[in-house]
């Protein structure tokens, strides 16, 4: 509601020319982020994505929404309930198809930076009569700055963007509660309380860098509104407590989530010296990276700086001076400390001395850590340049800027783009060598992922990851002797590891050791019963046993697991057809090619069944279809020929069974029904 001079009046006359700068600038915001994202709604899901997207069950029903609040553990999403929530919308509109998630991703980063304009545009009010030309300029840097590509364009990372969506909204709710500046009359100040708990709330439920919101906010008050931490507190103390309130939502997501799986905190293997020392490093980094964004890295792995070198010293000299500026400002220069508070609060839960193992550093870190180097750069600009030499220096930027960004979501357009890229800045990075390694695996070019898994396991010769998947290589090379020793040494290495003891008994599963392999699929479940291909590798070869019920065990649990799986659709079909299920057998049939239309074999074995059911024109049907979508393969043509034999189609028959011939000329029993067909009989 307004104010109450302005009530029943008619719009007052300086808000209109507001109103549309401000619609302009969101217009070009909005424009601006499309354009340089436009290039990344094709790009795949890439490592992290794999086990919080494709693999995780608790994303694959919207409704009811619990399993969507409760991800499982050990992944980017665990502890994370709405990022988990997010997915499982995208899931519901799109399965593991990539659109739907490159799209919201990028509506997370659009909505982020109308929000960072907004509070930009209000806070610099008071500070110059151009503030919407310098929020405008703000964001639209930050928006299309190359370094935000990771957490817009890499899909999982939706958690640090839609975290920092979420704090700046807690801190935009705050400012529109406040009323501040008073060039911008209040209104609805309830409202706006409201969505400023709410949002943080959120928030919290979304990345523990969330942490420091409801501090930066007292802050921002004391700085920008009250003038002193009693006037603020006095103001607003009901709102601050409803803020550290949301507190404990984050420590009850924390301790659910077990320190990130037990990879954050001081217990995790990694030496908190060395970690430190790394940091030291990596907000230097970070900060060059924000003004020079040149080499991006994908991922870093666990790097450490240890030791004492002179870059070393450089690096904590230059973190002290700032750390030691941001407290002077703080008393001395309130808004230019208020900005270092900013920087170093979105990077102490990450980058300090308690060690987060799995990743040391990450540019998606930078987030809302970029905002003050970019509102820094612009309004050192606008205060020391001429203005033609500050509008055609923010050109310039936003152009090579943004052109960057559009090169940079290249590499995120493949895999194999990705870690490619990612070893050519990091060389002795076995994670990276690895990933790279099976990027040319599923492409056939199995001669050079064997190499890059060699050279990974020489960097690291305990990498269980890179062990197992030289070892399924060596298999495909037809090299069994050598995969079993590697997968062998691999699961002595780590004897918990599920994904040996699958690999295993797949080679031996291959070479006809069936009992052999059975054990080895058995150890496997042992480790990880909830693991969908071991079971269905499982199911597949009791199937060729002729163990029928026992594979039929075996693939209905596969299917419970991986309810979008065509193949284990298929396969359970076939299990239920073998025991005279026909009518199960067919809706799984059916099931399967809902999921994959072009199921060759799906068709065919929906055809078999149709046919023994003497449901003749449904199964030729199918078998066409099949033929059509494969007519390289005899079986297809034959099958087809069976069903219109049946029909009494003898030359159309006939047809089918010479295109069986002449792809298979030893095809003795197309040749049989061929010879029949000839003979009248």
Known sequence: MLGPALKGAATPAWAAPRRRETLLAAA???????????????????????????????????????????????????????????????????????????????LVHVLAGLALFGIMRRTLAREAGNSTVLALAIALLWTVHPLQTESVSYIVQRAESLMGLLYLLTLYGFIRYAGAPSSFPPSHPGAWAGLTVFCCLLGMATKEVMVSAPLIVLL?????????????????????????????????????????????????????TSYARTQLWAIVHYLRLALAPHPLVFYYGRMLRTGLTIEGGLDAAAVGLLAAGTAIALWRWPRLGFAGAWFFAILAPTSSVIPVATETVAEHRMYLGLIPVVAGVVLAGARWLSRPVAI???????????????????????????????????????????????????????????????????????YADAGNNLGVTLAALGRPAEAIAVLARTAAIKPDDAEAQLNWGNVLQEQGAFAAATGHYAAALRLEPDRAA????????????????????????????????????????????????????????????????????????????????????????????????????????????????????????????????????????????????QAGS
């Open 28 to 106: 070009l915001i909005v424009l601006a982020g499309a354009a340089v994202y436009a290039n990344s709604f094709s790009g795949p899901l890439v490592f992290d994505d794999l086990g919080s997207i494709a693999d995780n069950p608790t994303i694959r029903q919207l409704w009811p929404i619990g399993p969507a609040l409760h991800p499982p553990a050990g992944l980017t999403v665990t502890g994370r309930p709405l990022v988990n929530l997010s997915l499982a919308v995208n899931y519901a509109i799109s399965g593991t198809r990539v659109w739907s998630y490159h799209a919201l991703n990028l």
């Open 534 to 677: 071991t079971h269905f590798n499982l199911g597949k070869l009791l199937l060729q046993q002729g163990r029928v019920p026992d594979a039929l065990a075996q693939f209905s649990e596969t299917v419970r697991l991986a309810p979008e799986d065509p193949e284990a659709r298929d396969n359970l079909g076939i299990a239920l057809a073998e025991t005279s299920r026909s009518a199960e057998a067919e809706a799984q049939f059916a099931a399967a090619l809902r999921l994959r239309p072009n199921y060759v074999q799906a068709h065919n074995n929906l055809g078999s069944l149709l046919i023994a059911e003497n449901r003749l024109p449904e199964a030729e049907a199918q078998y066409a279809e099949a033929v059509r979508l494969d007519p390289r393969l005899p079986e297809l043509h034959y099958n087809l020929g069976l069903a219109l034999q049946r029909e009494g189609r003898r030359g159309e028959a006939a047809g089918q069974f010479e295109a069986a011939l002449q792809l298979r000329p030893d095809y003795p029993a197309a040749r049989e029904q061929l010879a029949r067909l």
């Open 392 to 462: 055609a220096g923010f050109l310039a930027a936003l152009v090579v800027l943004g052109g960057l960004t559009l090169i940079r979501n290249r590499d995120y357009g493949s895999d194999l783009a990705l870690w490619r890229a990612t070893v050519r800045t990091g060389p002795e990075n076995p994670v990276a060598l690895n990933n790279l390694g099976e990027a040319l695996r599923t492409r056939g070019q199995l001669a050079d992922a064997r190499e890059q898994f060699e050279h990974a396991l020489r960097l690291d010769p305990a």
């Open 220 to 272: 921002y008050d004391r700085t920008f509104v009250s003038g002193s931490w009693a006037l603020a507190w006095r103001r607003h103390h009901r709102l601050y407590l409803s803020l550290a309130a949301t507190w404990i939502l984050l420590a009850w997501l924390v301790a659910a989530a077990g320190n990130r799986g037990g990879s954050a905190g001081f217990h995790a293997a990694m030496p908190w």
